[in-house]
């Protein structure tokens, strides 16, 4: 596990200046890879070009370190992250004649493009970000894995081309400051992320998984292209017995994939399906303790140890526990936020990195129960979309405009609870009579109604999903299959995966998420949707699989999510910084939001007329990313 940076000058520059460049951007992310670094550069008639990265040492301690050079020293890659099924292509490799220098999967990466190209890439079950220099060819390749795991970004500008495990990197090394992204900005208050290829800054970008980029170095033209085809999901004839068999058999094996490593490993355990079935399966494919992780609120409500405990005394793990308050936020929140570069703003991104934190205190690398919603149909919202149709076909528009002001006039929270009333509105602000409810159901900051009414009209974007609507090549989007695939280019890229990798490698902990795997993904979209979703049971083949297992009703047990008393703390020890946020001089000489709108919202909000955690959460990770980074406070 590593973090990666590069450039290319479009005009010759000096061996030692661009060796400059690459040791500054390592540094800002030495905490992605605190044990070593490694750099590559070279300076031609026409161009230099420069590698470097920093590493964390998981495989291969010994001679794994990076830059890895071709036998003739013609290609030269630097690599982030994690190839699972290193050892198989090796010894296809091995089989026809190549031979290896080290133990490495950066190797392994390398040997296949040498002998395969570009093809090769198809090959990779993992999570990665690499660069490839390729001087008999004299270009260049970057690709980035199946869910986008680990993150890639780049820029384009006159002089030169520059791209980067973090955005820090690449922000920087120019020499210029850039604008804010209308687009990037417009994502982020739906979302509360911003997804692939956008960011918060114009004309930079990241790569969207699955992709690599290849850069010619005569032209300066760059091209994208998919790594895997990704076939459109086609329901096979398989019973549901063969069909659970097979999902258990391709978890278990995920999972002794994803456990490979020469350091410490343990697992998060939340207590919920997913992270108990993964810390099961690890259980099982040794005869060491485990080691499992949890993490919980003093305030009763958001605390759900208990069923980690469960869990971990049915595993017999070795099972650490810890306990976080209102302190633990107020000495970590401006460096959990900031460490994002660009605004982001998921309640569990705070106990996601304190988590981390603890976890790497123990061991490198923790297998996590991420993706498996995403993959197997477990998330509330997809009753919401399910329920949207069957609603819209029953209750006319006009009645349901009735329904909708009632609805946010009378069940109107206070607190933070995200209760009834709350699930109730967020279901009835969605409903959309023209098919494209599932956008707003996504849209955990804003809807595109509300959002118009706190921007200005010059900084609002209208129809902000045409191009990912492109991509599926769906208008509409109305099945659990089509919202499973609008998550995975979306709500995994952008929310999910930043989140865990982003917090855990602060801390250099090394994450894997065993369900993401292609293989099981492309399993799951061949099933009939009612093998994932049974009346309302969610996720209903991946815990037929495993209730053998497990105590009676023990999956069947709720559990609210892995977020945090944001609304509580923006209230109490937040107070006072939020409060500045709304002051009416900053926020015109700013321009980008209504200032009486806003500020209503924020003030409502903060005297607990109104609960509006994850808008006014939203706002205040964006106006704190915004004064570091542009006003250059802390």
């Not at 699989?545 to 999956?555: C, I, K, S, V």
Request: contains cysteine; negative net charge; charged residues 30%.
């Amino acid at each position: 596990m590593c973090g990666i940076n590069g450039i290319i000058a479009k005009t010759n520059r000096n061996k030692n200046e661009i060796t400059s460049i690459l040791n500054s951007m390592n540094d800002l992310i030495i905490h992605r890879g605190p044990d070593e670094d490694g750099l590559f550069s070279e300076e031609n008639d026409t161009f230099s070009v420069g590698m470097g990265m920093r590493r964390l040492s998981i495989i291969d301690l010994s001679s794994g370190q990076q830059p890895i050079f071709s036998d003739d020293k013609q290609i030269v890659i630097v690599f982030n992250g994690e190839i699972y099924n290193y050892r198989i292509i090796k010894a296809k490799l091995e089989s026809e004649g190549v031979s290896f220098k080290t133990s490495s999967d950066t190797e392994v990466i390398l040997k296949a493009y040498e002998k395969y190209g570009v093809e090769s890439f198809q090959w990779l079950d993992g999570m990665y970000g690499f660069s490839i220099y390729d001087k008999t060819k004299n270009k260049l390749f970057i690709a980035r894995d199946f869910f986008g795991e680990k993150p890639l970004y780049y820029t384009h500008t006159e002089k030169e081309f520059i791209w980067a495990s973090e955005l820090k990197s690449i922000i920087n090394t120019i020499d210029f400051t850039p604008s804010i992204s209308k687009k990037g900005l417009n994502l982020y208050f739906r979302l509360t992320y911003i997804p692939a290829p956008h960011t918060i800054y114009e004309n930079i970008y990241k790569l969207e998984a699955n992709h690599y980029m290849e850069y010619d170095l005569a032209s300066h033209q760059t091209t994208i292209h998919k790594i895997n085809a990704e076939p459109q999901p086609n329901t096979i004839d398989i019973s549901f017995d063969d069909a659970k068999a097979k999902t258990k058999e391709l978890v278990y094996n995920s999972v002794d994939s994803r456990s490979i490593a020469d350091v410490g490993l343990g697992t998060f355990l939340s207590g919920g399906v997913d992270s108990s079935i993964i810390s099961l399966c690890l259980s099982q494919t040794t005869d060491k303790k485990i080691d499992t992780f949890s993490i919980g609120f003093r305030k009763a409500s958001y605390d759900e140890t208990d069923k980690s405990r469960v869990v971990a005394k049915m595993i017999k793990s070795n099972h650490h526990e810890f306990i976080i308050d209102e302190d633990d936020l107020k000495n970590n929140i401006h460096d959990i936020l900031v460490n994002f570069d660009e605004p982001f703003s998921d309640t569990a991104a705070l106990p996601t990195h304190l988590l981390s934190e603890k976890t790497r205190e123990h061991v490198t690398v923790a297998l996590t129960g991420d993706g498996g919603d995403e993959v197997f149909g477990g998330y509330n919202k997809y009753y919401i979309g399910i329920m949207n149709k069957r609603y819209t076909g029953v209750i006319p528009k006009g009645i349901h405009k009735t329904i909708s002001r009632l609805s946010n006039k009378y069940l109107v929270e206070k607190d933070d609870k995200r209760g009834r009333n709350f699930k109730i509105n967020k279901l009835l602000n969605a409903i959309d009579y023209d098919g494209d409810f599932y956008w707003d159901i996504i849209s955990l900051a804003n809807t595109s109604n509300q959002l118009k009414e706190i921007m200005k009209p010059e900084y609002f974007e209208n129809n902000l999903f045409q191009e990912y609507k492109d991509v599926l090549g769906k208008q509409k989007i109305e099945t659990l299959t089509d919202f499973r695939l609008v998550d995975k280019i979306l709500s995994l890229e952008g929310g999910m995966l930043a989140k865990v990798d982003r917090t855990s490698m602060m801390t250099s902990l090394e994450c894997r998420a065993p369900f993401l795997n292609k293989e099981i993904w492309e399993f799951t979209n061949t099933l009939p949707e009612s093998y994932l979703m049974k009346g309302w049971n969610k996720k209903h083949i991946l815990k037929e699989a495993f209730r053998d297992q497990f105590p009676d009703e023990f999956l069947e047990k709720g559990k609210s999510g892995f977020g945090s008393p944001t609304g509580d703390w923006l209230r109490q020890s937040l107070r006072k910084e939020l409060e500045s946020y709304i002051d009416t001089d900053m926020l015109k000489a700013q321009g980008i939001f209504n200032v009486e709108i806003i500020t209503k919202l924020v003030k409502d909000h903060l005297d607990s007329k109104k609960d509006s955690t994850f808008r006014v959460w939203s706002y205040y990770c964006f106006q704190k990313w915004y004064k570091y980074n542009f006003l250059k406070q802390n």
